[in-house]
């Protein structure tokens, strides 16, 4: 039982470049989320979703998309990257209340 | 609105000692859920303790508890017999039912000292 998973663990991105963080689990959750920790922060919400097909905004929506067309994946998209977004991003699913998180994504953007 | 709050930015404890981290937390929900997320630096997200706010009796799991005040919005982390391995980054976070969308505090960076 791999939990969540998140892919790659490391990226580095020039200003303008896209990409997309993936983020898989195995645990059948239909709630997942995408949070970044900037230093020294907390998570803030970027984007969350209740089920296959169904997401809507968090906290710090702007310059991120995402989609969900199965249960087990969240990939979170980032287009025209800038140093704002440079953080760790975490990927998460919830059950009960209970949340597990991937191992976080260090981006950088330069 | 929901809101997390944790004043102490850094803190440090003798080994074997106790130490207690502060949070408050604010909704205008009734039914809520509090947690306390341990972060080392491999960056996991170690869920540590939990409590749900329609319970009255504090949360302890082994060397952690909670003093959960709930009128004063208050959820503390008293961590016992601290060991070195207890350094890392604590964050107090909240949620409610529905979304079950967290909200997290600024984290407490724990030291302990040998």
């Known amino acids: 039982n791999a939990g969540v998973t998140q892919t790659p663990k490391f990226r580095i991105l020039k200003i303008g470049q896209s990409m997309t963080l993936q983020c898989t689990q195995d645990?059948?959750?239909?709630?997942m989320y995408w949070y970044r920790q900037d230093p020294g922060m907390g998570l803030k919400l970027i984007y969350y979703?209740?089920?296959?097909?169904?997401?809507d905004k968090g906290e710090v929506p702007n310059g991120y998309n995402v989609s969900r067309s199965t249960t087990e994946d969240f990939p979170l998209r980032l287009e025209l990257a800038a140093p704002s977004q440079t953080s760790v991003y975490f990927c998460?699913?919830?059950?009960?209340?209970?949340?597990?998180f991937g191992q976080g994504t260090r981006l950088t953007v330069v | 609105a929901q809101t997390v709050t944790q004043s102490q930015p850094e803190m440090s404890v003798q080994e074997a000692e106790t130490v207690t981290l502060s949070c408050t937390y604010d909704?205008?929900?009734?039914?809520?859920?509090l947690f306390w997320y341990k972060q080392p630096p491999s960056r996991q997200m170690i869920l540590v303790i939990r409590?749900?706010?329609?319970?009255?009796q504090n949360a302890t799991e082994n060397r952690f508890s909670v003093n959960f005040q709930k009128a004063a919005k208050s959820f503390s982390l008293k961590i016992s017999d601290s060991q070195l391995g207890d350094t890392a980054m604590y964050f107090c976070?909240?949620?409610?039912?529905?979304?079950?969308?967290?909200?997290f505090g600024t984290g407490t960076r724990l030291k302990v000292l040998a």
């Open positions: 998460a699913s919830t059950v009960n209340t209970e949340a597990f």
């Open positions: 645990m059948n959750h239909n709630y």
């Open positions: 979703s209740v089920g296959a097909g169904i997401t």
């Open positions: 909704t205008s929900e009734s039914n809520y859920y």
């Open positions: 409590q749900e706010a329609y319970k009255q």
């Open positions: 976070a909240g949620t409610t039912s529905g979304t079950y969308k967290y909200i």
